[in-house]
């Protein structure tokens, strides 16, 4: 293998642009790995981790662009940087033409032109977000943050600002935010409703979305606040704007707080908040049971969650709010489980949403034993080679060690197609779980693309004796971009046991091994 470098000074390219790029390098003939990144600090560690590393990237500006290819050999390298180079330029050259009229070169601009626009949607590398996040506060506008690598104290910092204005700031870090009626970054289709969500968790916020318009009620307000919200020093300050600016919203009759296990100074805070906010909430913090809260109705995972709220906000018996096909679904399994071979021991979960994987790892361990992983629930459970499974082995695939240079894969599968026949493979494996997130911002056709995988991984695995057994928690609904009905059935088709909700695949996987 040879690894070949390309600097571009001076060249920002928006990481949604690279990453597009970057999915088609990946595939060219020769390339094992192709980065497309910004010159930040954060990336270069990435690169660095990544084994794509050259003396000249010790001189490199978060302004310049970085091509980085690992190939089979020099001509393969090459071709692969042309053609990055290429598709970047025509890409700049078609935007140039068909947005002439409309670019706007600053944001102080941008708010001049739009004067009605309340909402700010920042993504540029870390070290400028702060600046632009901090001029559209100033500008008495919200802040959606996508933007990721922004040092901790300067999140205190901007939220401090915000606070102080009125303001809400989501994020950084923030991929998913649904504001009357709009979605921000990546959401699904989900109808106009009662309950309002607040978020430490993109993919849980879409999960809950989804089942919520599954139980047939809607959502009046997603609020994201970025993962470390909840940290003892951020001190939950998105998440207590969003419960106020929820609490005093007409169009809002019950909240939902979603979040990772948080500090617990902050979860006292934010559950006294919450009792006292006039409207019943339900809180879900996932990897960890919330404490027992008067006026608090707390969910043992998303799904519970979902239910809860629409039981809440419409009165529907909670004996009703069932999701459809569950005992289709279990009778499958137990087929499938009754055909597993002697040696199939160990389930395998290849995931794109971190939380979904938490969530997920947080119902199986204690049905069956350690599970090993990138983001593991105890900190000697983390593999020792993330790109490794091990016994049992649920791995976040959008986590940096895994996109580094590469779109998420929400976005492109390639990563996860390739664990996934790796996996397949292994004799040991009982069975493989997955997560499928539709939605505005996600691939257009992602069963498409699995499909095939799958059907080939289970005829491989009758040749040899075995059966393979596929779950997937397609999350969405039933008017996303990608047609649910359309992808549950493609996955079917190949073989695939298709449920809407995580925490359900997650129980289907716990009873495939029982």
Known sequence: MVVRIQIEPNSYFDSVALMAVASVVNRLPGVDLAALLMGTSANLELLR?????????????????????????????????????????????????????????????ALRQVSQASVVAISVPGPYAPIEAEEALRADRHVFLFSDNVPIEEEVRLKELAQERGLLLM?????????????????????????????AAGTGLQQLASLIDWFGSGISHGIGTGGRDLDARVGGRTMLAGLEALAHDPATQV???????????????????????????????????????????????????????????????????????????????????????????YLRGLYSGGTLCDEAMVLLQPRIGPIRSNIPLQPELRL????????????????????????????????????FRREAADPTVAGIVLDLVLGYGAASDPAAELAPAIREARVEAERTGRILPCIVALVGTQSDPQDYARQRRTLEDAGAIVVPSNALAAELAAELIA
Not at 271 to 284: Q, R
Not at 296 to 311: G, K, S
Not at 391 to 413: A, K, W, Y
Request: hydrophobic share 40%; glycine share 6%; proline share 6%.
């Open 255 to 345: 909240i939902v707080l979603v979040s990772k296990p948080p500090a617990p100074e902050v979860a006292e805070k934010v559950l006294a908040f919450a009792a006292a906010c006039g409207k019943p909430v339900v809180a879900t913090f996932i990897g960890q049971t919330a404490p027992v809260t008067e006026g608090v109705h707390v969910a043992a995972n998303l799904t519970e969650a979902a239910r809860l709220a629409v039981h809440l906000a419409t009165g529907q018996s909670l004996a009703d709010l069932d999701l459809p096909g569950r005992q289709e679904a279990l009778a499958r399994v137990r087929a499938e489980r009754s055909r597993l071979a002697p040696t199939q021991r």
């Open 171 to 199: 994020g950084p870090d923030c991929g998913t935010a649904f504001i009357a009626g709009l979605g921000l970054g990546f959401m699904n289709a989900v109808r106009r409703g009662p309950i309002g969500i607040v978020a």
């Open 384 to 419: 020792t080679d993330p790109h490794r499974s091990e016994e049992h082995t649920f791995v976040d695939l959008g986590s940096d060690e895994f996109t580094v240079g590469r779109p998420h894969p929400m976005i492109d599968q390639t990563i996860r197609l390739e664990r």
């Open 49 to 109: 981790d990544s084994s794509l590393w050259d003396e000249r990237l010790e001189t490199v500006s978060p302004n310049d662009l970085v091509i980085a290819v690992r190939a089979s050999d020099d001509a393969a390298a090459e071709r692969a940087i042309d053609e990055a180079v290429h598709r970047l330029r025509s890409s700049a050259r078609t935007s140039q033409v068909s947005e002439a009229k409309v670019t706007l070169r600053t944001l102080r601009t």
